[in-house]
Structure formats: C-alpha cells, structure tokens
C-alpha cells in the first residue's frame, strides 16, 4: 500500500444486504464502519461464528452508521474477541444500539436454551453467540456524537455524522482523509420518510460506498394507509387475526402512528385491540420521545399514536392474548420473522384461514419470511413444521430503504459525484441492476465488491 492509500475491506454487507462491516486501513490505523451480525441464509449466519479477516485487537475505532442488527449485531462478540476502542454513534444511535443488542443477547440465549430442551440442535449443547453479559460490556466502548459536529483520529482524518433519514439516529458517515472525501450511505432513507427528515443532501464525495437493497426496483406507490385500512377491515371481515411482523425501531412507530391517524379518520374502527407485543419495540418508542430533534412528531402526536396500544412485555402476556378469541392486530417482531414473540403467534394462527400476515419490510434470502412471501406451503418454528392457511400480503411501500428512483434522486444531489461508487449491502441482482442504472445516468464508475474483498484508494 503506498503512502498516500487507503485500502477499504468489505468483511460484510457484500453480496448480501446483512453482515455489514467495512474496514478502513491507512497507516497504522484501522477503522471498522459498522459491526453487523449476518442473518438470512445459513451459509452468511454461519459466517457469524468465523474468525473476522483482521484482529479485534488491532482495530483502533468502530463507527456506526445505525443501530439495526445487522449493522450493529456482531458489536458484542468484537469486544468479546479483544476490541478495545471506542465505538462513536449519534445520540440516539446509542441508545438504540443499547435495547437491540440486550434483545439479541437474550435471543440468542433464549435460542441456545431451547435448542438444547427441545433436542433440535446438531450441536451439543448449543451455545449463544453471545450473552447478554458480553452486551452489556460492549456498551461501555459506545462513545455518542452530535449530528454534524467534526470528530478527528489524526492530523489526516476525521468523520463527522449526517442524518440519513433510515431510522431515528440513523446518518451518513462521511470521512475526511487528506482532504480527499469518502461517504458511506449506511442504509439510505425514503425521499419522504413518514416520521424522519429526509436524507441529507451530500454535496461533493470522491468515494461512496452505497447500499443498494432495492437498486433493482422501486416501491408500489399505493398509499400505504389505504392498504393498511383494507388489510385491518378485511381481518376483521373474516373474523381473523393480523399479524404484523415488524422490526422494532422505526417501523413499529410508524404502523402505530398510521394506525392512529386511520382510527382519527374512521377508516378502521376504533374498538380493533392493537397489540405492541415487541419489548424491544416499546423500548425504541421510548428513545423515540427522548430525540425530538431527530423526528418529525411533536410531544402530543407521538401521545396519541402510543395512547390505544396494548404495550406487552411478558410472554405469559402473549399466552393469554392468543387465548382470547377476538379479532385483534398485533405488532410483534422479529421484522424477518428469524424470531421474536412473532413466532408465538404464527404457531397459534398460521395454520387459520381467518389469519393475514403482513409484511411491512424487507425479508432477506433464507428468512421464514421470505419464504413466506414466496408461497411456501409450511413453516418451521421450533422444531416444528406449521401449514401456511394465512393469507399473506405485504406493503411494499412502508420501506425504510430509498427505491431505485430515490437512489438515483439522492445522487443528482451531489455538485461534485464521486468518482467511484462502491455498491454494497444488496444482493447482486439488486446491486447489478443499480450499477447499470448509475452507467445510464452518471459518468461516474460503479463496482461491486465481493465479500472480503480489499481495495485500495489512490490518492
Ligand atoms: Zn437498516
């Protein structure tokens, strides 16, 4: 590597839109951005349990776009492995990071645990990934960063935080290094997100890193509150269940908050029982009201959207929520349906032709719920395999991803484009896709890294 370079590793988030981690290296400074678990598919959850490429040791600082799993899930194991430094993040990335990491823990301790009760594990005993002890410990290195303000390592280079308008606490990372910048978009937000300002526009970039989950298409432009209205009346028409398997920060809000304004314009009726049956979602509506800067909602909107949810923390709750007989809807995660009190009550309602499961996000390769959009015929939930009766429907439009379009939109933004874009957290028809696009519209050149790939910089 010459004097002037700085090599870029992708140990994550290539080829996959989960597992995100990119290294910088310059000098005797290495950076991590991002530290997320791989989910999905066995052959990228197993990479969980390998070796990263670079010692945690070695790594001087970690940097988070954030707080969704997979871009914050593998924190606690880095700390675990030896990493020492700090880890810097917006305010309310944080404390989102502080409730996503317990709820993995305790999953996965929850998960090891089962497995071992229930005989269905092919490792004996099976162990979590991670404790809630080894979380909590990672906890300490989070270092929080306002939204703009310049935080530099060296002489050389700094980094500051700009809003990407993803989830609450969610920013753009964009880096200086001798003069030359570098931006990573994290995952980039809807042109006109239902609770968040829009992304910022960038105004020049030398680099980009890009996610490029939907590169390959753009959102149905339904308006997502009819949709949701139909979905509920049409539940409730049939005497069933909706089941909305969600992910917890952002889009457990936003159902909630659509929810409510289709109970102020009497477009469902207001006797439905809305269940929030996520502790981790409860938790994140929590961070939510202490960030009014980072959101759209004032004290008294964010009230009324939470004033008619049935808050449920407990599984014993659950339990006797799946015993009462009438029609409700229940907000519940895990948003892939990879776990979480979901599963609960897809064993109790799936195999009911009363039942709609709707899904409101993005289900990676090898998850139950995309499995589920792609028509399988059964499940397996714990052991056990349950016949898929529920109609299943989704909302395309309550992304948390910008579309195709919106990439592109976004980029018109720049004065000064990149001159090269590094495309990554996507599958590779999506990536692919976005990539031709981008030839089409910019003279600018688009790569696709292959997963631990290394390039350098030139500068
Ligand atoms: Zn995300």
Redesign the pocket.
């Known amino acids: 590597m010459g004097e002037e370079s700085l090599s870029i590793g992708f140990l994550g988030g290539a080829g996959t839109v989960t597992g995100s981690k990119t290294l910088l290296e310059f000098d005797d400074q290495k950076i991590l951005v991002d530290c997320g678990l791989f989910q999905g598919l066995k052959v990228f959850r197993q990479l969980n349990w390998q070796p990263l490429p670079v010692l945690p040791s070695r790594i001087n600082s970690v940097l988070i776009t ?1 707080a ?1 799993l ?2 914050v899930g593998y924190i606690p194991l880095l700390v675990k492995n030896g990493f020492k430094g700090s880890i810097y993040a917006t305010p309310p990335t944080c404390d989102l990071a502080k409730v996503i990491l317990r709820d993995s823990a305790k999953l996965q301790e929850e998960e090891a645990w089962l497995a071992n009760q229930g005989g269905y594990t092919k490792h004996q005993p099976a162990v979590p990934l991670y404790t809630l002890k080894d979380a909590e410990e990672s906890l300490k290195n989070f270092v929080p960063v306002e939204e703009g303000r310049v935080i530099s390592f060296t002489k050389e280079f700094s980094f500051r935080f700009l809003k990407s308008g ?2 609450l606490g ?1 920013a753009f990372i964009e880096i200086n290094f001798k003069n030359r910048i570098i931006v990573f978009s ?2 980039l937000g809807r042109a006109n997100p239902v609770l968040l300002a829009p992304p910022t526009k960038i105004p020049e970039a030398d680099y980009l890193i890009l996610e490029s989950t939907y590169g390959d298409r753009d959102h149905s432009k339904t308006l997502t509150e009819d949709a949701l209205a139909y979905l509920v009346n049409d539940a409730l028409r049939k005497k069933g269940n909706l089941i909305i398997p969600t992910f917890a920060v952002e889009r457990a809000q936003e159902i909630m908050f659509i929810l409510n304004t289709l109970r102020e314009k009497n477009m469902i009726p207001a006797s439905v029982p809305v269940y929030l049956d996520s502790p981790m979602g409860i938790d994140a509506t929590e961070v939510m009201m202490n960030y009014p800067a980072w959101h759209k909602l004032s004290q008294e909107m964010i009230s009324k959207m939470v004033h008619d949810i049935i808050k449920v923390r407990e599984l014993s709750e659950t339990i006797n929520i799946i015993k009462d007989k009438r029609s409700k809807i229940i907000i519940a995660g895990s948003g892939m349906l990879s776990g979480g009190r979901a599963l609960e009550y897809l064993k109790a309602y799936v195999e009911d032709r009363r039942t709609t499961v709707l899904f409101v996000g993005y289900q990676a390769e090898g998850t139950r719920g995309r499995a589920m959009l792609r028509g399988a015929e059964k499940i397996k939930i714990h052991g056990h395999y349950y016949f898929i009766n529920a109609d299943i429907k989704e909302i395309s439009s309550f992304s ?1 991803h910008a579309d195709r379009s919106e990439i592109i939109q976004w980029l018109f933004g720049f004065t000064k484009l990149p001159q090269k874009i590094f495309l990554n957290h996507g599958e590779l028809k999506s990536s692919d896709a976005l990539r031709m696009q981008i030839n089409e519209t910019f003279s600018c050149s688009c790569e696709i890294p292959l997963l631990n790939e290394k390039k350098s910089l030139f500068f």
Do not use: F, V
């Open positions: 954030h969704h997979d871009h993803h989830i969610s994290g995952d948390g």
